[in-house]
């Protein structure tokens, strides 16, 4: 079954510092991943997506994604954060033949002054 | 250009009735998918929506249906709603067959069961 895990319930970072959400996957063959954000009483706000080619993937807002195989991860990161991404991130995976997302359980960025 | 429209905002039901929530996809898209999102979790995929018939669905019961219309836009309808039906519906576009692009999410609309 294919399934998306984000370990951390929470991400807590200071202004100005490099920030990762870490996001786990589980698919038969090669996935489709996406990372979108979520701001209170809102939808979800598409930030990037892996399909094919580089594994380093960027995205809005300054957001990159790193796709490792290996350990089937696609981790969020972005390199000085902002008070402004303070918000929810959900990593999900749709496979190739559907157009079913799969969703993880969602991780809260918070960053302080 | 307008996005994924989604009405009402807000809803609020007493168990046992029905509700209708309504969405219009983002111009340009013929595919439309429903997702459930309770209160600290992520979205479930509950069905989606291709030529005026229900393509996919996910582990919802039938009490959740559906229907699109030839502009495209769609309905979602609950019958004899229960109080774990409260949740942020959310509604999501896309083009079909075009699998590599993101879907395109409303503002969902807000069911409280009473």
């Known amino acids: 079954a294919q399934s998306v895990a984000q370990p951390e319930d929470q991400v807590n970072v200071a202004e100005g510092n490099p920030l990762t959400v870490k996001c786990t996957y589980s698919?038969?063959?090669?996935?489709?991943l996406f990372w979108y954000v979520q701001y209170p009483n809102r939808g979800l706000q598409f930030l990037l997506k892996y399909i094919t080619g580089d594994n380093l993937v960027k995205g809005s807002y300054g957001f990159e994604a790193e796709f490792n195989k290996s350990q089937t991860s696609f981790h969020l990161k972005k390199p000085s954060a902002l008070v402004s991404d303070s918000a929810l991130y959900f990593c999900a995976v749709r496979d190739r033949t559907t157009d079913k997302l799969i969703f993880g359980t969602g991780t809260r960025l918070q960053v302080f002054p | 250009d307008a996005g994924v429209t989604q009405s009402p905002t807000h809803l609020i039901k007493t168990r046992g009735q029905q509700v209708t929530l309504r969405c219009s996809p983002k111009?340009?898209?013929?595919?439309v998918s429903w997702y459930q999102q309770a209160l600290g979790q992520g979205p479930q995929f509950i069905f989606q929506?291709?030529?005026?018939?229900?393509?996919q669905r996910g582990n919802f019961p039938d009490r959740f249906s559906g229907h699109q219309f030839p502009n495209y836009s769609s309905e979602l309808n609950v019958n004899a709603l229960l109080l774990g039906d409260s949740a942020l519906y959310l509604c999501a576009s896309s083009l079909q067959g075009a699998n590599n692009q993101p879907q395109h999410f409303g503002d969902g609309t807000r069911l409280s069961i009473l």
């Open positions: 698919v038969s063959g090669n996935p489709y």
């Open positions: 111009s340009g898209h013929d595919t």
């Open positions: 929506y291709y030529e005026e018939e229900e393509r």
